[in-house]
C-alpha cells in the first residue's frame, strides 16, 4: 500500500508564505514525478507544480516566480514553498505521485488527501 501525507496547509494573510511538504510512505520501488494540484471550489482540479527524479520542474504559468517546489529523492519527499500568496490561491492542494511499487510493474498515480489553503484579503 502506498500513502502520500500532507501537512503544512492552514489559513495565513495575502502576501503571506506557506510551506506544504508531502510525504509518499509503503511498498515503493521507484518514484518518478511529484507535485501539487489545487482545486478551488466549483472549478477543475488544476496542476500547479511537478518535479521528477531529475530535478526537471514544472509550473503553472499564475505561479511561476511565486512558487518553488523541491523534492529529497532519498525521502520520497516534495516541498511546495508557496510565497506573496494572494486570495486566489485558496484551494484544497493535492500531493501527487507518480509511482512504480515493484521492479517490473508499471507506474500508477498516486494522490494524498488534500490540505486546504485559505488565503484573506
Do not use: H
Amino acid at each position: 500500500q502506498v500513502q502520500l501525507v500532507e501537512s503544512g496547509g492552514g489559513l495565513v494573510q495575502g502576501g503571506g508564505s506557506l510551506r506544504l511538504s508531502c510525504a509518499a510512505s509503503g511498498t515503493i520501488f521507484s518514484i518518478n514525478a511529484m507535485g501539487w494540484y489545487r482545486q478551488a471550489p466549483g472549478k477543475q482540479r488544476e496542476l500547479v507544480a511537478i518535479i521528477t527524479s531529475s530535478g526537471r520542474t514544472r509550473y503553472a504559468d499564475s505561479v511561476k516566480g511565486q512558487f518553488t517546489i523541491s523534492r529529497d529523492n532519498a525521502k520520497n519527499t516534495v516541498v511546495l514553498q508557496m510565497n506573496s500568496l494572494k486570495p486566489e490561491d485558496t484551494a484544497v492542494y493535492y500531493c501527487y505521485g507518480n509511482l512504480q511499487r515493484n521492479w517490473g510493474r508499471g507506474y500508477d498515480d498516486y494522490w494524498g488527501q488534500g490540505t486546504q489553503v485559505t488565503v484573506s484579503s
